[in-house]
């Protein structure tokens, strides 16, 4: 009995041995096989897809599918920024799928990006051709180049918000809607009480929409080399005689 046990132990020894030692070989292999960079490299980048703000995991990543996260590119860049053998970066914007807020982060890690001496050149379809495209537009002008395909639409339309109503439909199902407010300008739940914006609550939303419509103007003026008013100017026209988009061309690879 003493013998079956001794060897048992040895047997499972022996196996766990094995498993370490084909672990580290894998490792190794791995390690080994991993591409080396070239000496001169172009990042690239796809912004179609948004930013996401934190990390996702692997329900989320089955359900809307691996997508960049926010952090990850402002560190990669700044990263690329520092290295010697990237040259520039080649970006795809496609649609309006970040927030402002998100976008300023970019556009300042772009801009200390080309600060290093990189070049930024960012292509896009359209900006704008099936609805507003200001705030794409807005992170294109990061860019050295902004490239637009030859039927490509500039949308510089501004900002605008919607905001539904409910009223009427409570009051035909005999609703009555009723909550504290402590002042004019706590509008949360004016959707379910009025029929229309208030006086007050009006008066907030066109104070914040010109604040932020305020902030990519100066920003578009800023990195395009006009003036605020040349770009207030541009809104709801095509910019290209203006050199807001240069050049026109169809979808083209990362220059060498």
């Known amino acids: 009995m003493r013998r079956f046990v001794l060897g048992l132990f040895a047997v ?14 894998a490792v190794w292999r791995i390690a080994a096989s991993k591409p080396t960079l070239p ?12 930013l ?16 960049s996260t926010l952090r990850g590119f402002l560190d990669a860049l700044e990263r690329a920024a520092e290295d010697p053998r990237v040259k520039g970066l080649y970006a795809h914007i496609d649609g309006d799928s970040l927030g402002l807020a998100k976008i300023q982060e970019v556009r300042d890690a772009i801009a200390a990006f080309r600060g290093k001496g990189k070049f930024a050149i960012t292509f ?7 609805g507003g495209g200001t705030r794409p537009y807005y992170l ?3 860019f ?17 918000t919607e905001m539904p109503f409910l009223r009427g439909t409570l009051d035909r199902l005999g609703i009555e809607p009723s909550f504290a407010r402590r002042a004019e300008y706590k509008s949360a739940v004016n959707f379910l009480t009025d029929t229309e914006m208030t006086p007050p609550q009006r008066e907030e939303v066109e104070s914040l929409l010109t604040a932020m419509a305020g902030q990519i103007v100066r920003g578009i003026a800023e990195t395009r080399h006009l003036t605020e008013s040349e770009v207030q100017g541009l809104i709801d026209r095509v910019g290209r005689r203006a050199g807001v988009v240069v050049p026109l061309s169809r979808r083209r690879r990362p220059p060498a």
């Open 140 to 142: 294109a002008t990061a």
């Open 124 to 130: 896009s379809e359209s900006f704008g051709e099936f």
């Open 39 to 50: 000496g001169s490299m172009i990042l690239t980048a796809d912004f179609s897809g948004g």
């Open 52 to 67: 996401v703000e934190g990390s996702q995991n692997a329900l989320s990543e089955l359900v809307v599918g691996r997508k």
């Open 12 to 25: 499972i020894g022996i196996v766990v041995a094995l498993v370490i030692v084909g672990a580290g070989v």
């Open 144 to 160: 050295d180049e902004i490239w637009l395909q030859p039927l490509g639409a500039v949308g510089l339309v501004g900002l605008h």
